[in-house]
């Protein structure tokens, strides 16, 4: 991890997360907010409360502070007993408006809720006018260099906002939240000298203290990473009041140290929610109505609960057979498969989705599992990166072609229909041409229903990026990535085509992009699905002719399909339960 400033180098992990690792530091005056944009009164009395907050800043807590601190435990920091150089109203939002912009993955979604949970509680208004947010937040990816380029692109054009500010009102203070805060630490702030706050994966809990120090003029950052779960008691507030669907994080980080991977440095450890938490959220889902969750992480699989001692037994995990890991074998613990068991049984009507998850972390039981109950989806997104077991080696995935291609044999065998996706990357690092044939040919083999195809984007502090060369041509690997991309939709549509003339269930979503007089919505395998807006008949009373709304289950002849989704008619109105008589 890099130094910032005068800031002592800390170990990438960090302490613990309560322990607080700050960065202020003071910046220029704002050119948009002049000594003349208030009446002379006004402006002393300000100057005044920025000088008492000033020295009560540099009276405060200096970073040695927070070291001898790291030494015992701590309670995770409480908002009402703030920092010796804050008081309880400054850390308050005093209806300010929040503006939050979200980017990357649908973990990047959830920290938005989260984000947001922790902002509302303190005082702050949320606003989707960006002309009139007081506040900022770009939830950030760093997974490659073009998710970064288009944030750098994004403050360019929110400086402009900044400087048109208007003197009557308070400044507009903008951070930069997730994986890229945590990545580029002090190059944020160095480059782009109108951000004013940088919070890490980990440091939502602090964005009232550090927008407080924004208030003087002053920039400041947290990017603590932690070994504990951070928001297990943190209700998310879920963004879209329409939704009918919510992803429910269950643990964060990773410890596979793929080659490729910067998520271990952005995301921090792997650590795990108390089972009881998740199910606490899962019901408040129900009870508001929502009829599918996704359980979230970054290899959700490897879901492992050791918050309570008597769980903790000496059992290690169970792998996928001819899979291995780059860590130690864990033992003790809840595991995923009692997690999803749990889940599923909290409502009926409600389906269950997970991802993303390692190809190493699918032993029987949760094959059985998923078999097993009709409200947990027959999906499985089952990432292959590469074909090639050379290359494989080298991304560090810990199985070869041979044993991932025996593992979707056996996830076939096991669920009946299941619906499969995918992750591939082109143009690795030392990635020949037969390399790329190799992968070609998996997705011919596999025939995978959805996919997610990238070229690779060498990240620093990765091993590739220490031990590995990347020598593939930018233009090689667009070659490679097209192939891929024309492969695969070729074998979706193939495999998407066993659906014509059959009857799915659909989840509504509400209505197409494309045409108004058209409703969409999602099947078990999570492939978008198009039928007519019509009246149809109800299962629980045929008398009645009904209208589909979202979050009602419709049954759907297929009629038609392409790589990536179905069309078909509608048939009726019916719930998970009734339904498993027709599909």
């Known amino acids: 991890m890099h130094p910032l400033q005068c800031v002592l180098q800390t170990q990438r992990w960090g302490p613990l997360a309560s322990v607080s690792w700050l960065l202020l530091r003071t910046c220029r005056a704002h050119s948009s907010v002049p000594s003349t944009a208030?009446?002379?009164?006004?402006?002393?009395?300000?100057?005044?409360?920025?000088?008492?907050?000033?020295?009560?800043?540099?009276?405060?807590?200096?970073?040695?502070?927070?070291?001898?601190?790291?030494?015992?435990?701590?309670?995770?920091?409480?908002?009402?007993?703030?920092?010796?150089?804050?008081?309880?109203?400054?850390?308050?939002?005093?209806?300010?408006?929040?503006?939050?912009?979200?980017?990357?993955?649908?973990?990047?979604?959830?920290?938005?809720?989260?984000?947001?949970?922790?902002?509302?509680?303190?005082?702050?208004?949320?606003?989707?006018?960006?002309?009139?947010?007081?506040?900022?937040?770009l939830v950030t990816c760093s997974i490659r260099e073009k998710a970064e380029q288009t944030i750098w692109n994004r403050l360019h054009q929110l400086k402009a906002l900044k400087t048109k500010r208007l003197r009557s009102q308070v400044p507009l203070r903008i951070g930069i939240l997730g994986c890229m805060a945590e990545r580029l630490k002090e190059e944020i702030l160095n480059r782009e000298k109108m951000v004013d706050i940088l919070a890490g994966p980990d440091a939502y809990r602090d964005l009232p203290r550090l927008l407080a120090v924004a208030e003087s003029g002053q920039q400041a950052a947290n990017v603590l990473?932690?070994?504990?779960?951070?928001?297990?008691?943190?209700?998310?507030?879920?963004?879209?009041?329409?939704?009918?669907?919510?992803?429910?994080?269950?643990?964060?980080g990773c410890d596979n140290m793929c080659s490729y991977c910067i998520v271990p440095f952005t995301r921090g450890r792997e650590r795990s929610r108390p089972v009881a938490s998740i199910l606490e959220e899962v019901r408040k889902l129900s009870e508001q109505g929502l009829k599918e969750v996704t359980l979230l992480g970054q290899n959700v699989n490897s879901f492992r609960d050791s918050s309570e001692v008597q769980f903790n037994n000496a059992v290690s995990t169970n792998l996928s057979r001819g899979f291995s890991t780059n860590y130690k074998p864990k033992q003790g613990g809840l595991r995923f498969a009692h997690l999803l068991d749990q889940v599923s049984r909290v409502d009926p009507e409600m389906r269950i989705r997970f991802t993303s998850p390692h190809p190493k972390d699918f032993p029987d039981e949760v094959l059985q599992l998923i078999h097993e109950r009709d409200n947990i989806c027959k999906q499985i997104h089952l990432p292959a990166q590469s074909g090639s077991s050379r290359v494989l080696e080298a991304m560090r995935r810990g199985y070869s072609r041979e044993a991932y291609v025996e593992l979707i044999h056996h996830i076939r065998e096991s669920i009946p229909g299941v619906s499969l996706s995918s992750d591939f990357i082109a143009g690795f690092c030392g990635e020949t041409e037969e390399d790329h044939l190799q992968t070609v040919?998996?997705?011919?083999?596999?025939?995978?229903?959805?996919?997610?195809?990238?070229?690779?984007?060498?990240?620093?502090?990765?091993?590739?990026?220490?031990?590995?060369?990347?020598?593939?041509?930018?233009?090689?690997?667009?070659?490679?990535?097209?192939?891929?991309?024309?492969?695969?939709?070729?074998?979706?549509?193939?495999?998407n085509m066993a659906s014509v003339g059959c009857t799915q269930l659909v989840l509504v979503e509400g209505h197409s992009k494309r045409s108004a007089t058209d409703l969409c919505g999602r099947n078990d395998g999570n492939l978008k699905v198009i039928f007519p807006d019509v009246e149809m008949e109800d299962v629980n009373n045929s008398e009645v002719k009904v209208?589909?709304?979202?979050?009602?289950?419709v049954l759907v002849k297929i009629t038609s399909t392409s790589s990536q989704t179905l069309k078909g008619h509608v048939l009726c109105r019916t719930t998970l339960k009734d339904s498993s008589v027709y599909c």
Request: net charge negative; with cysteine; charged share 30%.
């Open 38 to 137: 208030c009446p002379s009164s006004e402006r002393q009395q300000e100057d005044g409360v920025r000088k008492d907050f000033s020295s009560r800043l540099a009276s405060g807590p200096t970073f040695q502070h927070f070291l001898r601190s790291a030494s015992a435990p701590q309670e995770k920091p409480d908002m009402e007993d703030p920092p010796p150089y804050l008081t309880v109203d400054e850390l308050l939002g005093r209806q300010r408006k929040v503006y939050l912009e979200t980017y990357g993955c649908q973990m990047n979604v959830n920290d938005t809720e989260i984000a947001w949970s922790v902002l509302q509680k303190s005082g702050y208004l949320r606003t989707r006018n960006l002309q009139e947010a007081d506040v900022i937040l």
């Open 225 to 252: 990473l932690s070994l504990d779960e951070t928001y297990a008691d943190v209700m998310p507030v879920q963004t879209s009041p329409s939704a009918t669907s919510a992803f429910v994080s269950i643990m964060r």
């Open 441 to 495: 040919s998996l997705l011919r083999e596999v025939q995978y229903n959805m996919g997610f195809l990238f070229a690779y984007s060498m990240r620093r502090k990765t091993r590739a990026y220490h031990r590995l060369k990347d020598d593939v041509p930018e233009e090689v690997k667009l070659r490679r990535l097209e192939e891929l991309i024309t492969v695969f939709r070729e074998e979706a549509t193939k495999a």
């Open 547 to 553: 209208r589909a709304q979202p979050g009602d289950y």
